[in-house]
Every structure is written in C-alpha cells, then in structure tokens.
Nanobody, 125 residues
Framework: QVQLVESGGGLVQAGNSLRLSCAAS????????MAWFRQVPGKEREFVAE????????NYADSVKGRFTISRDNAKDTVYLQMNILKPEDTALYYC??????????????????WGQGTQVTVSS
C-alpha cells in the first residue's frame, strides 16, 4: 500500500511561484507514473500534469503548459510541481496521484490507484 503526502501549498499573489512536493512511502515510486490533479468545490477533479517512471516523459493540461513543470526524484521517492506565473484560476486543492506504470498513460482521475490528501493553493489577485 502506497501512501502519498503532499506539501508546499499556501497563499500567494498572482504572478508568483510555488513548488509542491509529494512524498511516497510504503512502496517504491519507481513502480508508478505520477500525476498532479486539482479540484475546486463543486467541480470535478482536473488533470494538471503527469510524469513517467524515469521522468523522461511528461504531459500537461493546456491551462498550465509553459507555467508548470512536473519532475521527480526517484532516490527520494518524491514528485514535484513547480508552479510559476500563478493565476487566481489556479486556486484549488492539489492532489498527488500514482498509477502503476504497466497501465500506461491516462489523464483521467479514475485511472489512478493511489491518492494523497491534498494541499491547498490559493492565488490572490
């Protein structure tokens, strides 16, 4: 059983940056593709970015391309989301998710096997 713990959220002004971290325990992150999703109250969970086991392949939602960067450090079993040029519409609860690598690539939340509890990001205008 893999446990995921997110950190790094907070309140920032528009235009600034934040870096989220997701630490995995109870299993090696090497076995998983990892992703970040976000959710605001009353809306479905939205795909943000995902990364392959090695880190060589990434995918992003159009809304964050060019501003957000996903990366991972397998030696530390940690995945990161660097968020730059933040906008008020980026305000959400951000979740880390893990998907067994054998299942391939997906941007659907239902395709992920493990989830963290989330970290809140609030961007003020």
């Amino acid at each position: 059983q893999v446990q995921l713990v997110e950190s790094g959220g907070g309140l920032v002004q528009a235009g600034n940056s934040l870096r989220l971290s997701c630490a995995a325990s109870g299993g090696s992150a090497n076995n998983f593709r990892m992703a970040w999703f976000r959710q605001v109250p009353g809306k479905e969970r939205e795909f943000v970015a995902e990364i392959s086991r090695s880190g060589s392949s990434t995918n992003y939602a159009d809304s964050v391309k060019g501003r957000f960067t996903i990366s991972r450090d397998n030696a530390k079993d940690t995945v990161y989301l660097q968020m730059n040029i933040l906008k008020p519409e980026d305000t959400a609860l951000y979740y880390c998710a893990a998907r067994y690598w054998t299942l391939g690539v997906t941007t659907r939340a239902t395709g992920y096997n493990y989830w963290g509890q989330g970290t809140q990001v609030t961007v003020s205008s």
